[in-house]
């Protein structure tokens, strides 16, 4: 909260209690429980058809699945948000759940978008260079990736967990989850909240978001080239990149609106708006915006698993009850996106590399 002030071990509050509408405690605990039914659901069932049906045998079924994992471990926190938007921002769960939960929150936004940028990067070397890629785009180096983005994610999230705590406000006599500081503290404290702000600007949306526009648009023009090589590809190029175009915008919406209030919740630290109004407008807009970033987590497993005819007959397959099928009969999920490219790289190479190959058998 950015207009409290250290008060005898309590707060009070500078510009009364801004972001504090009615409509706010009604219909947003609304739509964290409609976030959390639908997460949890299309992402358990994604882990669930990911392992049972098409395996991890290929780098886009693990990144996907570690996707799902990342969305999973972050929807059991909604009903703990939900609730305490329910109570006014009243916080009835601890310390513990208090630095927990906003650590997993952050968490959860860099693994997203690390793996989100992760698979752009390999969607755009499965396709480009279907041949030239096969020996980096392997299922152990796919795992380290993993594993690095869990750590890195984790260690970014280290700070925002340590300085959250419970806070008692005197104004409404309630105890809140936010961040509590001394007259000592407070320069120090807003520093690292700018730096921390800036950090899940740059690193956690505009870096990943330039990396995603370039490998699609580098996608986009090698569809287009090989569509006018080969002409029975139409079709197919024309699903792959509505596919693609789809999951740029759906990132982009999601999580500008929430990067937008963030950069204007920093000029507050920094005390370039100080307007009692403004910050009202901020707080009040900003759970609406989180509300718009966590929905991100619902539509992952509907942008990059159910478009998929693979993966739609096997959650298929996972609902009846029915039991795996042969790993033959189920190709991964990277199939289907870059059979386009192997057709278009072999029509490329017989038309140019065949005159060079000559020589080098006499």
Same mark, same amino acid.
């Given at each position: ?60 079924? =693990?990144? !996907? +699945? ?5 969305? *999973?471990?972050?929807?059991? @926190?909604?009903? &703990?948000?939900? /609730? ?60 380290? =990736?993993? !594993? +690095? ?5 984790? *260690?970014?999230?280290?700070? @925002?967990?340590? &300085?959250?705590? /419970? ?196």
């Amino acid at each position: 909260m950015n207009n409290l002030s250290d008060v005898s071990g309590s707060i009070l509050l500078r510009c009364s209690m801004t972001g504090h509408h009615d409509f706010i405690f009604t219909y947003i605990p609304v739509v964290y429980s409609f976030n959390f039914v639908i997460g949890i659901v299309g992402n358990s069932m994604v882990v669930a058809v990911i392992h049972y049906y098409l395996k991890l045998k290929t780098v886009a079924n =693990i990144f !996907v +699945l570690n996707l799902a994992v990342s969305d *999973l471990t972050f929807l059991v @926190t909604l009903p &703990i948000w939900a /609730t305490s938007t329910a109570t006014r921002y009243s916080w009835p769960f601890g310390s513990f759940l208090c630095k927990a939960t906003a650590g997993l929150s952050l968490f959860n936004l860099y693994t997203s978008i690390f793996f989100l940028t992760a698979l752009s990067i390999d969607r755009y070397l499965a396709i480009v260079y279907p041949v030239q890629s096969r020996q980096c785009r392997t299922v152990a180096y796919a795992r380290m =990736i993993c !594993v +690095l983005i869990w750590t890195i994610a984790f *260690l970014l999230s280290i700070p @925002t967990t340590l &300085i959250r705590d /419970t806070i008692h406000i005197k104004n409404t006599n309630t105890t809140v989850c936010g961040l509590l500081t001394n007259d000592s503290q407070t320069n120090r404290v807003q520093h690292m909240l700018v730096a921390l702000s800036l950090m899940k600007s740059i690193v956690g949306f505009l870096v990943p978001l330039i990396i995603i526009l370039t490998c699609y648009c580098l996608i986009g023009r090698a569809l287009l080239s090989a569509r006018g090589i080969q002409r029975s590809t139409r079709s197919h190029g024309d699903e792959v990149l509505n596919m693609l175009a789809s999951a740029v915008l759906c990132f982009f919406f999601c999580w500008a609106p929430h990067q937008i209030f963030s950069f204007m919740d920093m000029l507050l630290m920094l005390k370039v708006i100080n307007d009692c109004h403004i910050m009202d407008v901020i707080d009040t807009a900003m759970p609406f915006t989180i509300c718009i970033a966590f929905f991100n987590s619902c539509m992952n497993p509907i942008l990059y698993s159910f478009v998929g005819k693979n993966f739609r007959r096997g959650l298929l397959r996972l609902l009846r009850c029915l039991g795996p099928t042969p790993a033959a009969s189920h190709p991964s999920l990277s199939t289907k996106m870059s059979s386009l490219s192997y057709r278009a790289s072999e029509t490329v190479h017989l038309t140019v590399g065949k005159t060079a190959s000559l020589p080098r058998t006499t």
